[in-house]
T-cell receptor, first 113, second 116 residues
Framework: TQLLEQSPQFLSIQEGENLTVYCNSS?????LQWYRQEPGEGPVLLVT?????EVKKLKRLTFQFGDARKDSSLHITAAQPGDTGLYLC?????????????FGTGTRLTIIP | NAGVTQTPKFRVLKTGQSMTLLCAQD?????MYWYRQDPGMGLRLIHY???????AKGEVPDGYNVSRLKKQNFLLGLESAAPSQTSVYFC???????????????FGQGTRLTVV
């Protein structure tokens, strides 16, 4: 049983379109991170959110942590080919331990030029 | 800046063979982790360590052992490889933040292991 479910699993859209990917759990996390992974590489951190309802922006990427700290979303505005990659959410804390991350199933995003 | 280095990058094993994957970090991080990545399942934690000489089990520890004799190194061992252990293995390191909470995880480039 996967503790963090991401949707959609695959997403392919045209350059310039907007998109949202979701990360959901039935458990509460003390913090949640988003990573991006490119082929042949390890994941790289994009953002950490820690407060329920928190919104963070990173250029065209907007991250939101749910009010109950059980879910998160990543919204990309005007997607570009450079956004292509595997997006992973990861939670820490409470039930699962503060010192380690539980990763989601991942969303594989492809932006078509 | 080496960061987290994994060796080897690729390996093919026969069923029943043993091997050790080495992870080395030069950032003086306290925490180190071994994950495996399989299609559609994200990253699953195998074992981790919160300091030199300490290790703990993660979500999928069966068939693996680890050791952290030096702060900068974290070794993952497969005593008797099975085809189900075919995967991409990632090592990561981190420093504890407030309340010993994990902060940013820095990953190596991965080891692609095939067991035939």
């Amino acid at each position: 049983t996967q503790l963090l479910e991401q949707s959609p699993q695959f997403l392919s859209i045209q350059e310039g379109e907007n998109l949202t990917v979701y990360c959901n759990s039935s458990s509460v996390f003390s913090s949640l991170q988003w990573y991006r992974q490119e082929p042949g590489e390890g994941p790289v951190l994009l953002v950490t959110v820690v407060t329920g309802g928190e919104v963070k922006k990173l250029k065209r990427l907007t991250f939101q942590f749910g009010d109950a700290r059980k879910d998160s979303s990543l919204h990309i505005t005007a997607a570009q080919p450079g956004d292509t990659g595997l997006y992973l959410c990861a939670g820490a804390g409470l039930l699962f331990g503060n010192e380690k991350l539980t990763f989601g199933t991942g969303t594989r995003l492809t932006i078509i030029p | 800046n080496a960061g987290v280095t994994q060796t080897p990058k690729f390996r093919v094993l026969k069923t029943g063979q043993s091997m050790t994957l080495l992870c080395a970090q030069d950032m003086n991080h306290e925490y180190m982790y071994w994950y495996r990545q399989d299609p559609g399942m994200g990253l699953r934690l195998i074992h981790y360590s919160v300091g030199e000489g300490t290790t703990a089990k993660g979500e999928v520890p069966d068939g693996y052992n680890v050791s952290r004799l030096k702060k900068q190194n974290f070794l993952l061992g497969l005593e008797s490889a099975a085809p189900s252990q075919t995967s991409v293995y990632f090592c990561a390191s981190s420093i504890p933040g407030q309340g010993k909470k994990i902060t940013e995880a820095f990953f190596g480039q991965g080891t692609r292991l095939t067991v035939v």
